[in-house]
């Protein structure tokens, strides 16, 4: 890795590392000069995930949101267009709807294909049971209509997100969608009901007003605890029963794995069943 926080290498033996150390299996080799280290390692995680879940009898594969998804999808192009030509591809939300469009990729909805080969989506935390915490960017509602349509969900993400508990590095606490009439009134249970009182309304950045999802509804952002986190099952359900409430981004045993890319050119993968390898380039 180079000083400004580049990966000067130009090409490297691609090396696979199970836990205890032992070469297993080829992944993509590192060929981009000009990535920075956060996003080479969202690459990373996203390609070893493309390499290891997308399989060539895969018709139906959902795509998710954020930063950490184009990579899936370039990944997925690098196929080619004949292993593609098939397949259709599911988005859960306008940026993703886009990103298929643009890539060339045949588009599809749930509604016509409500059973996915595959869902591969990005986090903004993941626990060591593989629980996530979900809508940074307020798709949480389509993403987990997608990972549950999914017979495989997979999660990709950089190292920061990889935590023993959630709420360690995401601070602003628990994504809700809500429908906007009924937003202060969800916000009133949850600072007197259900012990959220930092709980509030996202704002946008460059628009007066609220967030708006892709579905046309409100977010809110209920931070908790760390108490209150590490049994996040119990206050997803707690906030889901609460009237006006779309959908809660506390995504809980769904997934089957996590990819994290690390700073250093490995990628880490937490299994479903406990087990945790490493994955890694070796020059
Ligand atoms: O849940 C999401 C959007 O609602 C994203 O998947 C999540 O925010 C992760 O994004 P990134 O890959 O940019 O870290």
């Known amino acids: 890795m180079s000083p400004n926080g580049t990966f000067s290498i130009s090409k490297v033996r691609p090396v696979v590392l199970s836990r205890i150390g032992q070469p297993t299996k080829l992944i993509s080799p590192i060929t981009d000069l000009n990535l920075s280290v956060l996003e080479k390692s969202k690459q990373l995680a996203a390609w070893t995930a493309v390499d290891q879940h997308v399989k060539p009898e895969h018709r139906v594969i959902g795509i998710g949101s954020g930063s950490t998804v184009p990579y899936v999808v370039e990944r997925i192009v690098q196929l080619g267009a004949e292993a593609n030509a098939e397949r259709v591809f599911i988005p859960t939300g ?55 349509a999914a017979n495989t969900f997979i999660l990709v993400a950089d190292y920061r997100k990889n935590v023993e508990f959630l709420g360690t590095n995401f601070a602003s606490g628990i994504p809700i969608e809500v429908v906007p009439f009924a937003y202060a009134k969800v916000l009133q249970n949850l600072h007197h009901h259900l012990g959220c009182p930092q709980a509030s309304l996202r704002m946008a950045i460059k628009k007066a007003g609220p967030v708006v999802s892709d579905n046309g509804n409100f977010i809110i952002d209920a931070p908790y605890d760390q108490e209150t986190m590490k049994t996040p099952y119990t206050i997803m359900a707690q906030i889901k029963m609460l009237t006006g409430v779309v959908e809660v981004g506390v995504f809980c045993h769904m997934a089957r794995a996590a990819y994290f890319g690390n700073a250093d050119g490995t990628v880490t993968i937490k299994w479903n069943d406990g087990r945790v390898e490493e994955v890694a380039a070796q020059a």
């Open 94 to 148: 306008f940026q993703s709807k886009q990103l298929i469009v643009s890539s060339g990729l045949n588009l599809g909805d749930v509604d016509q294909f409500p059973t996915i080969d595959v869902t591969l989506d990005g986090a903004d935390e993941v626990d060591r049971e593989l629980n996530c915490i979900k809508g940074g960017g307020a798709c949480h509602l389509r993403e987990k209509v997608l990972a549950e």
